[in-house]
């Protein structure tokens, strides 16, 4: 059971909040669910909502990371990089709920149940290793010269910066959902409006 409690609509608020977070409640929610009152956030921005300002300025640099910026836009390797830091986090939350984006992405069940063994499995190829390896080098802090130089001969320098954006980013997610403690359900867990869309359409793609 989660820590705090759950804001899922903006009546949800605890106490009487004031006009200003009145005022950013309803902005979040507008941008999490637009258009559609009856619509709710997953359960990690239900609870980033005790600060509505700030769960909406992380909604926005989401929107950036998830859907623009150019590495994470290659989705196999993005989930590859998520369910190898929920591994290393623990982050059991997390990591079921990204195991059917995952699937649907490109990387299979066996591929995620493999990641510890990502060195010797058959299952990876050199590019995911790559990301698998820099992604438990970011979290833990200790990323050699040598592992940092093959990164950028793979992506550049843009998307070395970027991918290790985006592994700082999933960190973050995964610490504060492993101190909020979200109880897992599928229903609560499910993506936002825009990322399930993406994930029907790659689900389409993939079987036509």
């Not at 600060?51 to 590859?80: F, G, K």
């Not at 066996?110 to 990502?118: N, R, V």
């Not at 229903?187 to 869309?197: C, F, H, S, V």
């Not at 993406?198 to 993939?206: A, D, K, T």
Request: net charge negative.
């Amino acid at each position: 059971m989660a820590r705090i409690g759950y804001i899922y609509k903006p009546s949800d608020y605890p106490g009487n909040p004031d006009e200003t977070t009145r005022g950013e409640l309803a902005a979040l929610f507008e941008h999490l669910c637009p258009g559609d009152p009856k619509a709710e956030p997953h359960a990690g921005y239900a609870l980033l909502a005790h600060s509505p300002r700030l769960a909406l300025n992380i909604a926005h640099l989401a929107d950036y990371i998830v859907r623009e910026m150019p590495w994470t836009q290659r989705r196999d390797l993005r989930e590859l990089a998520i369910q190898a830091l929920n591994l290393h986090f623990k982050c059991d939350f997390s990591f079921q709920a990204h195991l059917r984006y995952a699937q649907v992405s490109g990387i299979t069940l066996e591929q995620q149940a493999a990641i510890p063994y990502w060195r010797t499995s058959s299952l990876f190829d050199e590019e995911q290793r790559l990301v698998i390896e820099y992604s438990f080098a970011v979290a833990t802090g200790d990323v050699p010269g040598e592992l940092f130089s093959r990164v950028v001969g793979r992506y550049g320098e843009r998307g070395a910066v970027e991918l290790t954006a985006a592994i700082s980013w999933w960190s973050f997610w995964a610490m504060i959902l492993n101190a909020l403690r979200p109880e897992f359900s599928f229903e609560r867990a499910k993506p936002l409006a825009k990322d399930a869309q993406e994930l029907i359409g790659q689900s389409h793609e993939r079987s036509t």
